[in-house]
């Protein structure tokens, strides 16, 4: 039975994916940027360079990054920056120059991550994955009706979260065949960046929080799944909560308010992405950085031999 490597396998993506309050970190807070950016940018407090770097470069081009010696690695650099990122050689890069960068590594990456499953859990080869495929390959060997009679909090847990699922894959079937290409594939396992799965994502997720019912999510709600209830923390979170989250201020999250904090489009990460590099980096503070200043901030866009962060994260997603 291999039940317990599936659900801790998916409870990891849900974790990744989906926004659970303990993630939260309230250091990094500043304006305009998106949410879901600040939770995977912070890990217990620290700040994680190596989230710049492949929202940047990329998995793949970051990976190759880590294996030169720091003169190579800014050269490479450089040469990135020239030919792919300014894009009007205009010898600076902009704002917008920044954003369409990590918009293109984003989706890159997404589409990288959502191929090497695909084609893993696609047994027979035929350029389709069933839903039994993927359960084999995510949950192991599955009996949901094994757990009808269990009732313990994992088994409850896990059977949720595989009927939430099954809900998701057949809204990520546009032609209803029961079976799912590879685009159809992303639109489950990416769904904030598809507009048929990300309302219904949004839909899961506010059920999850709005324990009333009334479509909002009051900080009480907002809370229950922080696994740290320590009182300092709790008063990080409702600073944070007021202060980023609640835009108008009314004291709940209303539908709107979760979509921006939960479930930003690619374009919003990429975009809060691009303000805070240009935060790092821009030095002479002129809303646009220079060849010179991306190279004097060169470990906040690459890694290197002498800049080895994220290598767990790395060994994690292979697992996966």
């Known amino acids: 039975m291999h039940l317990l490597r599936g659900f801790a396998l998916v409870l990891f993506v849900l974790t990744w994916a989906h926004v659970h309050a303990d993630d939260e970190y309230v250091e990094h807070g500043g304006p305009n940027l998106d949410k879901n950016h600040d939770r995977e940018h912070y890990a217990d407090g620290e700040h994680d360079s190596e989230f710049d770097h492949r929202a940047f470069l990329g998995d793949r081009e970051d990976a190759a990054m880590h294996d030169l010696p720091p003169e190579e690695a800014k050269a490479r650099l450089k040469k990135i920056i020239v030919g792919r990122v300014d894009t009007n050689h205009d010898g600076f890069v902009d704002k917008q120059e920044l954003t369409d960068q990590v918009l293109r590594s984003l989706r890159e990456t997404n589409y990288e991550f959502a191929k090497d499953v695909f084609v893993r859990a696609d047994t027979d080869k035929d350029g389709l994955l069933t839903w039994d495929e993927y359960v084999r ?27 939430d699922e099954e809900k998701k894959w057949k809204i990520a079937d546009a032609n209803g065949d029961g079976k799912l290409t590879l685009e159809e594939y992303q639109a489950f396992s990416q769904p904030e960046d598809f507009d048929r799965t990300r309302s219904a994502e949004l839909d899961r997720i506010m059920a999850d929080y709005d324990r009333n019912g009334d479509g909002t999510i009051t900080f009480k709600e907002f809370l229950l799944d922080a696994l740290n209830k320590d009182e300092e923390h709790q008063v990080a979170l409702k600073e944070q909560f007021d202060r980023d989250y609640d835009k108008n201020h009314d004291g709940v999250l209303d539908r709107d308010e979760l979509r921006q904090w939960a479930l930003p489009t690619p374009e919003e990460t990429a975009s809060g992405e691009a303000q805070h590099l240009l935060e790092i980096a821009d030095l002479d503070h002129d809303g646009k950085l220079s060849i010179d200043e991306i190279l004097r901030s060169h470990d906040a866009f690459a890694g290197s031999q002498a800049t080895n962060y994220g290598e767990d994260l790395h060994k994690i997603k292979d697992e996966l």
């Open 137 to 163: 390959d995510n949950y192991g060997e599955f009996d949901l009706a094994e757990l009808e009679n269990d009732k313990s909090e994992d088994n409850v847990e896990l059977k949720k979260l595989y009927q």
